[in-house]
């Protein structure tokens, strides 16, 4: 049976905490409609709306007790039903750090409504958040089984994950410098991430050489090519036996990750992005790298992060050439990505055109050739030139501001660099904001499984079936 988890946004969490903690200081009660990620290992809950409950509205309001009106629900469950969404209810304690007897015959008697007027099989949540920060809470099943949230995680400019199982773990030695740096609570929470890579090759080898040395929990990994004798220059652990071999990225990548013997899970798909249980799979982890060059890739991949309320890390790398032997410019950038933010498109590092003219080159080249030659679409950029020396520079600077974020250890804060942007032919290393929310993407944050899936028509061919697996 799935492990059950709970993400919000930074956004959401502070309006929740705004109404939970108000300076009367009597307990208040929010309703949360959670979007879902129905996998197989792992149910998440995704917010997708905060209803604050009226203080008026309640009819006992003391600092250990609050008691409000159900029929308010009937319109929300209809919703919840309609949508396949399911309902939360979360209050607010301050220094008790468990559910009370009031909130056991509470909840005891009102899931069982919930699950009765929603008719499915998947679970409902009741969570309380504490006067720091803190949320956890638990599922109820439609068949009586109540199990504690495995994880709460939010999703901002800092990154924070609350486990069910808090214990710490014993640091071996291989884990002992980053646990000096990083201190052992991030290690072990390092350790319990679930984290996709999209691109196993310039920048996504040394990115996930970094995670699978910081020992990760698990990797998922997605590439759809082989070792080649031109790109050895660039993947980490690569030998010309391999580029004879023909042998899979992502093999490559679970060979070098397992000969550590880090204990790092991973799953690897010798694909490109564009298949329903890839999808799914990376929907169910904790953050996402994109480090591929295809513009329509890293377009699915910001909205898949959008929709799954995902934090995603994006790299380019870029070297321009003279056509005489040298070169104009080597630069590169490190976009850290919100789901209710910005994204890739409004930051203008692509256009929905070269999103269409990737989309054909892909699945239909003829077509591609014939529209190009016509002057009917824009190119799309081949292959550019790539080192190894400016690839692993921004995989560190990624990787880097992962551990930022999940151990925030800045002067200045994490909202403050959203882009990362380098040049060294120009010698410049600059970082900026986020921008105003993005129209097209900011929209399905947290909406989670829908048909077809991330309303991308081309991927609903064979969903079911890797819903099921996933």
């Known amino acids: ?136 809470g638990r599922a109820f099943w439609p068949d009586g089984r109540i199990e504690p949230l495995a994880l709460v995680n939010l999703v901002g400019p800092d990154l924070r994950f609350w486990f069910a199982n808090d214990e710490q773990i014993a640091v071996p030695d291989f884990g002992t410098r980053v646990a000096q740096s990083f201190g052992e609570g991030t290690y072990a929470l390092f350790h319990k991430l679930k984290i996709g890579v999209v691109g196993c090759s310039g920048t996504g080898s040394p990115v996930i050489e970094q995670l699978a040395r910081n ?13 080649e004798t031109k790109n050895l220059n660039r993947i980490l652990n690569s030998t010309a036996a391999d580029a004879d071999e023909a042998l899979p990225k992502v093999a490559l990548v679970r060979r070098s990750v397992e000969a550590l013997g880090f204990g790092t899970r991973i799953e690897a798909f010798a694909d490109t992005l564009f298949a329903p249980e890839i999808v799914h799979s990376l929907a169910n982890c904790d953050i996402l790298f994109g480090c591929m060059d295809s513009i329509d890739g890293r377009h699915l991949l910001n909205k898949l992060a959008a929709f799954y309320l995902i934090p995603y890390l994006d790299l380019g790398v870029k070297i321009e050439a003279d056509g005489l032997g040298g070169v ?106 986020d921008g105003e929310p993005c129209a097209a993407l900011a929209r399905h944050a947290g909406r989670g499984d829908v048909h077809p899936l991330l309303d991308w028509p081309e991927l609903s061919a064979g969903e079911e079936k890797a819903g099921e697996a996933n």
């Open 215 to 227: 020992s990760v929990g698990s990797l998922v990994v997605v590439d759809p090519d082989v070792v």
């Open 1 to 136: 049976m799935s492990e059950v988890s709970l993400t919000l946004t930074q956004k959401q969490h502070d309006q929740l905490h705004a109404h939970l903690f108000p300076p009367d200081g009597c307990e208040a009660v929010a309703l949360l409609l959670c979007a879902r990620r129905a996998g197989a290992q792992r149910h998440r809950l995704l917010v997708r709306r905060v209803l604050p409950i009226p203080y008026e509205s309640c009819s006992v309001r003391s600092p250990d007790r609050v008691s409000w009106p159900t029929d308010l629900l009937p319109p929300l469950l209809e919703e919840a039903a309609k949508n396949g969404w399911a309902l939360v209810k979360i209050h607010g304690h301050v220094g008790y750090s468990q559910f009370s007897e009031t909130d056991n015959a509470s909840d005891s008697a009102l899931f069982p409504s919930v699950h009765g007027w929603t008719d499915q099989n998947a679970p409902h949540a009741s969570a309380i958040m504490m006067d720091d920060g803190r949320v956890f």
């Open 328 to 433: 104009n410019q080597v630069c590169g950038t490190v976009h850290y990505l919100l789901p209710e933010g910005s994204s890739l498109l409004s930051r203008g590092v692509y256009t929905m055109e070269q999103v269409r003219a990737a989309g054909l080159r892909r699945t239909n080249p003829a077509a591609y050739r014939d529209l190009l030659a016509e002057g009917y679409i824009k190119g799309v950029a081949e292959d550019r030139p790539a080192v190894i020396q400016l690839n692993m520079l921004v995989a560190s600077l990624a990787v880097n501001e992962l551990m930022a974020r999940l151990h925030p250890y800045r002067i200045e804060d994490n909202g403050d660099y959203a882009a990362h942007r380098i040049s060294l032919s120009h010698g410049i290393f600059a970082h900026e904001g």
